[in-house]
């Protein structure tokens, strides 16, 4: 499909719901594809939305287009100016143009992108922010001829940006990919970033995530999808995830969709704080072996093998672990209740020690870098979630607000703390 307003050839898919004034989601290929190449996959994205998919304007063959010309030159690419500003400017015409002909929301236009369609999408991100609702770049970069066009780096304030990088990449390196992440962070976006051990290649996996990445977006600016009709069975329950997404905080720009909230609650006629956690587990004696070993409190009482409490204060316990049987049933990720209880530790040479310890233990550790601190995620011997917990929001270059911003944290860089210490 063509039409002299927009351009540029495309395919849609109507949104499949009954949504006055969809938003549109627009599809930019990679190096050498066309229209097709992912809008089946994505066809399957939210139900919401109206889906465009793009051709990029320079031909090589009947099946196979580009945004732009490039070749390798010492390691990077060397890129066409003229021919990226063209593919941008086109772009641009389309998504001011489409709402009026699709007759879709001009304030909910999402891109996504993979490989040179990837760098067109941050391109326009860079560029036209107030144009945007949103960006996905699929294995794509910010590169020089793109961040020539950058607009004022205050208008990218908070922007929704999710990035994925594969970290078997040989074509953008994760190398590179961690640049375009560090390059993001220093404007401030409301950046998601993941990395995947895959190549230069979609997967179910990452555009799994970007689906449900994008459909949290829309839940805070629409109405949500009406439910698809579903056998009389048990409800499914609800996702652990639902509400991992960021919402708008004060001082947030436009681009930060505001969830509907009640009003502030009258103040208490008393005062209430968080004091403990209590806990089931299926082996006592284990559980305060464990508790005592990597998290450093101290059993205060034990009460037959049934309830222990411990404490790392003078409080009588900020743990109470309760042994409900061996049989007993293991918490499912799935369902409702407690995600972790956190602990948190003074510095960041605490943090490594921590890690340290823990790993070389055989206990596997998640860490991410959440802006607002350092988190290290793993399992107690019955599955229960603990995190431990470094604050960095006094930091130069960190923030007071998370904003759903998590960066992977690599065991080198923790442990690299350590080798400069006197007692580690």
């Not at 489409?98 to 992108?113: K, R």
């Not at 956190?342 to 510095?347: I, Q, S």
């Not at 470094?390 to 270059?397: A, C």
């Amino acid at each position: 499909m063509q039409t002299a307003e927009l351009i540029l050839q495309h395919i849609v898919r109507p949104p499949k719901t009954g949504i006055d004034k969809p938003p549109l989601l627009i599809l930019l290929h990679g190096q050498r594809g066309s229209e097709t190449d992912f809008f089946e996959p994505a066809s399957k994205f939210d139900d919401r939305l109206f889906i465009a998919s793009l051709r990029a304007p320079f031909s090589i063959s009947a099946k196979s287009h580009v945004w732009f010309h490039s070749e390798p030159a010492r390691g990077d690419l060397l890129i066409s100016p003229a021919h990226i500003e063209y593919s941008r400017q086109r772009i641009s015409k389309f998504i001011q143009k489409a709402p009026a002909l699709f007759d879709t929301d001009p304030t909910q236009v999402y891109l996504m992108g993979f490989d040179q369609g990837a760098i067109m999408s941050l391109g326009m991100m860079l560029s036209e922010p107030q144009s945007l609702a949103g960006v996905i770049s699929l294995s794509g970069l910010v590169v020089p001829e793109v961040k020539a066009v950058l607009t004022q780096p205050e208008r990218l304030k908070n922007f929704p940006v999710m990035v994925t990088q594969g970290t078997f990449d040989e074509v953008y390196t994760p190398a590179q990919g961690r640049a375009t992440r560090d390059f993001l962070l220093s404007l401030v976006v409301m950046l998601n970033y993941r990395e995947y051990p895959i190549g230069h290649h979609l997967t179910q996996e990452s555009l799994a995530d970007a689906r449900i990445w994008l459909s949290k977006r829309l839940d805070l600016a629409l109405p949500p999808a009406p439910a698809k009709p579903q056998a009389a069975t048990a409800p499914a329950p609800a996702s652990a995830s639902s509400t991992a997404e960021s919402v708008t905080v004060a001082g947030a720009t436009a681009h930060a969709i505001p969830r509907k909230t009640t009003a502030s609650p009258a103040p208490l006629p008393y005062t209430v704080r968080l004091s403990r956690v209590h806990l089931k587990v299926r082996d006592l004696e284990r559980a305060i072996t464990f508790y005592s070993r990597f998290l450093g409190l101290r059993l205060v009482e034990r009460v037959g093998n049934v309830f222990a409490f411990m404490t790392s204060s003078s409080q009588h316990h900020e743990v109470a672990l309760q042994r409900v049987g061996a049989d007993a049933p293991r918490p499912h990720p799935d369902s409702t209740g407690l995600h972790a209880a956190g602990f948190e530790v003074p510095d960041q040479v605490s943090f490594a020690r921590a890690y340290r310890l823990l790993t070389e233990a055989g206990i596997k550790v998640k860490a991410t870098d959440q802006i607002i601190g350092w988190v290290m995620q793993f399992n107690d011997p019955d599955g229960n979630g603990i995190e431990i917990h470094w604050d960095t929001r006094n930091l130069p270059g960190k923030a007071d607000f998370w904003q759903g911003r998590e960066l992977p944290l690599e065991p080198d860089r923790i442990l690299e703390i350590l080798r400069g210490t006197q007692k580690s």
